[in-house]
């Protein structure tokens, strides 16, 4: 939890596709091992058609999701 004017993390919804996320944050799969990143703002898919679980691949684009938001 931040106490300063910036959060530590944030995770930022985008139009149509991924979920944007900045900071240090540890991300896990399915069974709880940490995903290893090589970034320090990463996105993760949420339309379910990344052939690169969980980072977004750009197939949101072509596969018609929508977030609604
Ligand atoms: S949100 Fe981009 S591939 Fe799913």
Known sequence: MSTGA???VVITACPDGPLLVRGDVEIRDAEGV???R???TVALCRCGG???PPWCDGTHKVN???SGT
Request: glycine share 6%; charged share 25%.
């Open 6 to 8: 910036e959060p530590d």
């Open 34 to 36: 940490p995903v290893p």
């Open 50 to 52: 990344t052939a690169i």
């Open 64 to 66: 018609g999701y929508t």
């Open 38 to 40: 090589r970034r320090a």
